[in-house]
């Protein structure tokens, strides 16, 4: 993510859009828009409209209070990188004349989403119970859902 192309999602989709919601809902357009350090960010972002407020959170404070940093996003990625090299080998396997070159040569954006479903029905509601449980304790169980045998 370029700032150019960060800025150019601002001003053409962040705003109109939500200058949509805030009419639908008549509220006024009042915006707080929180933001981490990431180098994409444009430090000017909160110059470019008078009625948007941008903020920057302070270094290392994301992991606190985004908990899909704490887990989720690397189980999703593990689990798309088994799915899509298993694909991969067994594409391999069963045309001996197929190289991993060619898979990646025909390896199409279409495949890469439905990898990435698959990887996302993957992660676990105990996976998701342990990252969220680090944030708010009080809504999180450690429920594992009934046997088969009493539903």
Known sequence: MTQGLFEDWFMNCFIPQVREYCLEKDIPFKILLLLDNAPGHP???????????????????????????????????????????????????????????????HYKILMCIKNIATAWEAVTTKCMNGIWKNCVKRYVNDFDGFDSEHC
Not at 45 to 74: R, W, Y
Not at 78 to 98: G, H, R, V
């Open 43 to 105: 430090p000017h972002l909160g110059d470019l409209h008078p009625d948007v407020k941008c903020i920057f959170l302070p270094p290392n404070t994301i992991p606190v209070i985004e908990p899909m940093d704490q887990g989720s996003i690397a189980t999703l990625k593990a689990n798309y990188l088994q799915t899509t090299f298993a694909q991969a080998i067994s594409a391999i396997d069963a045309e001996s004349e197929l190289t991993s070159r060619d898979f990646w040569k």
